[in-house]
Each structure stands twice: as structure tokens, then as C-alpha cells.
């Protein structure tokens, strides 16, 4: 956690900070990505964990968020990086014990997996074979922002509910 940088908070930019700040984190734990584990079921008391920690909340005040939301959106986020990077840590594993490279491997999983779901009986499953392009289509990166945005929209609704803030 020591290599995600820290942004000072600025209420105009303030979701683009939080935006920028957990894809540093996906960045810096898919890299590390046995390190995931450590995040989960955990609370941050180390002194790199408190710093990001006390960062994303400082960045969220400043843009409005109510303080139990932004409270409990550091837990969610956090979540949400380790549970993406220790999935990745997952397929890394298999990856290794394939003896093949990276890509080589993945593109034969997921081959595999759209295979199968083609083979479906598709008048029990008629959306999951029509949309397995669909399903497939985006690599983890994208998916891994796909989810950040839906979580950020809805830290967004929170402000709109809340209506006009006082600062103290």
C-alpha cells in the first residue's frame, strides 16, 4: 500500500480522486496480488492502510458525501480491490501450475467456459447463450471499472439524497 499515492482532497475533483485513488490500489494489489488476502477480513491498522484509508475518507468529506456513507464506502472499496485481486491471484495459481503462459492459458479457460455455455440447453438458459459474447467480451480491468463506477454512482446518489451539507 506503501506505492499508492494520496491526492489532497479537492471538492471539485473529488470523485475523479476517489476514482483515480482505487484504481491505484486495483493497480498496486493485481500486482501483488497474493497480498489481497491480507485485506480481507481486516481492518486497516498498518500505517500505509490508515494513510489510504484516512485519504479516501478525507477526499469524500470534501466532496459532500455524508460521513456514515463515506465511512462505510472505505470498507466497500477496500473490499472490492481485494476480493478482484485475489480472484486474480486465483487464475494466476491455475495459470502456473498449467505451465503455460499467461495468455496462452486465459485464452484457453475462457474458451473453454464459452464452450460450454454455448452447449446449454437454451430453453432452460436462452439469455446465458445469447449473451455469451456478451458475457466474455470485456477483460478484467474493464470489468474491475465497470463495478468501480456503479459503486461510485451510487456513493453519488448518497450526496443528491442528503441534500445541501454545512461544513464544519
Known amino acids: 500500500m506503501s506505492e499508492i499515492r494520496v491526492p ?11 476514482r483515480e485513488l482505487v484504481m491505484q490500489a486495483f493497480r498496486v494489489f493485481r500486482a501483488h496480488a497474493d497480498i489481497a488476502r491480507v485485506g480481507l477480513a481486516t ?4 500505517p500505509n492502510g490508515l494513510r489510504v484509508a484516512e485519504g479516501q475518507l478525507a477526499i469524500m468529506l ?9 465511512a462505510m464506502m472505505i470498507d466497500r472499496l477496500g473490499l472490492y480491490v ?20 499467461l495468455g496462452e492459458f486465459m ?8 464452450t460450454f455455455y ?18 466474455m467480451d470485456a ?7 465497470f ?14 439524497d442528503a441534500g445541501p451539507t454545512t461544513k464544519d
Open 8 to 18: 489532497e482532497p479537492d471538492p471539485e475533483r473529488w470523485l475523479e480522486q476517489i
Open 139 to 145: 477483460n478484467g480491468t474493464e470489468r474491475f471499472e
Open 107 to 114: 485464452s484457453e479457460f475462457f474458451g473453454q467456459i464459452a
Open 43 to 46: 481492518i486497516p491498522t498498518g
Open 82 to 101: 481485494c476480493s478482484d485481486a485475489y480472484e486474480g491471484s486465483l487464475y494466476a495459481n491455475r495459470q502456473r501450475g498449467s505451465g503455460k503462459e
Open 62 to 70: 470534501a466532496g459532500g458525501v455524508p460521513p456514515k456513507a463515506a
Open 147 to 160: 463495478g468501480l463506477d456503479l459503486l461510485l454512482g451510487g456513493l453519488v446518489s448518497h450526496i443528491r
Open 118 to 135: 454455448r452447449g446449454l440447453p437454451t430453453d432452460r438458459f436462452p439469455n446465458l447463450v445469447a449473451r455469451i459474447d456478451d458475457l
